[in-house]
């Protein structure tokens, strides 16, 4: 996808509640995927969970899934019971030619107890 | 689990000083990428390298930058004379060319003065 939207800059989120981070993109491939990563206060990257334009279910990897929109080009993040650990910035990613990342702008998580 | 790995995890530098990033990434991997985010900013791709060259290049990888496979292990990204605008985190990431999973590496501060 060749842009990424993230339109909230912040979001706060009860510990044990579910949360979905929005992500919209834009692309004119018939084939791309969406990845979501979560940074850290420390500052590494860390890799959560794909989603492939051709992938008929929605994927999954423990308390993360992707709600994947394909005629309205979202791909959300659903954190389900939220813990105190997951505060972190999280950042949406599509490739495009060749593999490369373009990066949403990122949802700063903050949850609280 | 294997990672990517990347050296130094801080560098501070004097304008006008020649930097190299050093990474080494999962070692059956194939594309291998330098990314950098600017403190509050999103992450933006640099380069991409594959089969020993450069596949694909942005607007921000000029002159002053290059990269390097010297050994078949490492993968280094060198700036000849940084600016103050180089100070950022540098992320290096590989990927095994399935397109699905990109792994970043724990970045490098680099903070030219």
């Known amino acids: 996808a060749q842009k990424i939207t993230q339109t909230q800059p912040g979001m706060f989120v009860q510990e044990k509640e579910a949360v979905t981070l929005d992500c919209t993109y834009d692309t004119s491939d018939q084939s791309y995927g969406l990845f979501w990563y979560k940074q850290p206060s420390s500052g590494e990257m860390i890799f959560l969970i794909y989603q492939g334009s051709y992938d008929e279910q929605n994927a999954t990897e423990g308390r993360y899934s992707l709600n994947f929109q394909k005629a309205r080009k979202s791909a959300n993040l659903v954190i389900s019971a939220s813990q105190l650990g997951d505060s972190a910035m999280y950042f949406c990613a599509s490739p495009g030619g060749g593999n490369k990342l373009t990066f949403g702008t990122g949802t700063q998580l903050k949850v609280e107890l | 689990e294997p990672e990517v790995t990347q050296t130094p995890s801080h560098q501070v530098t004097q304008m006008g000083q020649e930097v190299i990033l050093r990474c080494v990434p999962i070692?059956?991997?194939?594309?291998f990428y330098w990314y950098r985010q600017i403190l509050g900013q999103k992450v933006e791709f640099l380069v991409s390298?594959?089969?020993?060259?450069?596949?694909?290049k942005s607007e921000i990888f000029d002159d002053q930058f290059s990269v390097e496979r010297p050994d078949g292990s490492n993968f280094t990204l060198k700036i000849r004379s940084t600016k103050l605008e180089d100070s950022a985190m540098y992320f290096c990431a590989s990927d095994p060319n399935r397109g699905n999973e990109q792994f970043f590496g724990p970045g490098t501060r680099l903070t030219v003065l």
């Open positions: 070692s059956n991997h194939l594309y």
């Open positions: 390298f594959y089969n020993n060259e450069i596949s694909e």
